[in-house]
């Protein structure tokens, strides 16, 4: 299609690298692959971030791997901007020189 497209993505490993580099690896693939990529970039992100979750815990299983990761992407479809993140990641918008507060980090303590 004509949209412009942009994703970039942070992961941050824990317990080892493994997860973190599958992550990198995949992901981005499953949210370029997903159905509602075009119509639903949120959708398609939640979607594949479960997806690649899904897929690691199998392979982690499989090769009794014993890693996690955090993570943050953004994908900007057009002039919007979609975030996505996993754990206690983070990303931060400066417009104007200013701040601009996206998300609230996954913390054991928040429901």
């Not at 997806?51 to 791997?65: C, N, Q, S, V």
């Not at 507060?101 to 928040?110: G, V």
Request: charge should be negative; aromatic fraction near 8%; include cysteine.
């Amino acid at each position: 299609d004509d949209v412009d497209r942009a994703y970039f993505a942070v992961f941050d490993g824990h317990g080892g690298v493994d997860a973190a580099n599958y992550s990198a690896t995949h992901l981005h693939v499953n949210v370029g692959l997903h159905e509602e990529i075009v119509k639903n970039p949120a959708e398609a992100l939640k979607c594949s971030f479960q997806k690649t979750d899904e897929m690691f815990l199998f392979k982690a299983k499989r090769e009794k791997l014993r890693s996690g990761t955090t993570g943050v992407c953004a994908l900007i479809v057009g002039n919007k901007l979609h975030i996505a993140w996993l754990g206690d990641s983070q990303v931060m918008l400066v417009q104007q020189g200013k701040a601009v507060t996206l998300m609230e980090p996954h913390k054991p303590e928040r429901e």
